[in-house]
């Protein structure tokens, strides 16, 4: 069994110096991250590894998360892959992945983090937002066959309709 965490980045800047890839995180956008860590913690969903976008929003993100759930940064990689990818980008990531680990995060950007889930599960998800989670479970022993419609949406949590914890 396998478990995919899909993690969209946190709420970033529209305003920024430079280019869409070196984009900061706002106050929100942090604090989400850290609340959305907190629960995937407290509700034993925890991750063994943790794949992300190398843009700044995805790695700020992917590192607040790490550090909330006690990871080593040898247990955080980061994947050009994933920055502005395409459906075939974000499959490519995720059949490399090492059998090792049975729960994996991929950080990622909308929308090709929306159109896996719509792609890897016969669940519709019209649009996860910033910050948002999705936990997709697979009966497979490797990362390599997963394949179209094989997995099946077992948890998604929006951060801003966050239960009381």
Known sequence: MKHLVLMRHAKASKEFDGTDYDRNLVERG???ARSMGEL????KYSPEFIVSSPAKRALKTAQIVNKILGLKPSQMELDTHIYEAELNDLLHVIRSINDQYKKVMLVGHNPSI?????????TFV?????SGIVIVEFETETWKMIQQQSGKLIWSQNPHK???L
């Open 30 to 32: 942090k604090n989400d």
């Open 40 to 43: 995937l913690k407290k509700l």
């Open 114 to 122: 929306t159109s896996l889930v719509g792609y890897l599960t016969p």
């Open 126 to 130: 019209e649009q996860i937002p910033t």
């Open 162 to 164: 966050l239960p009381l």
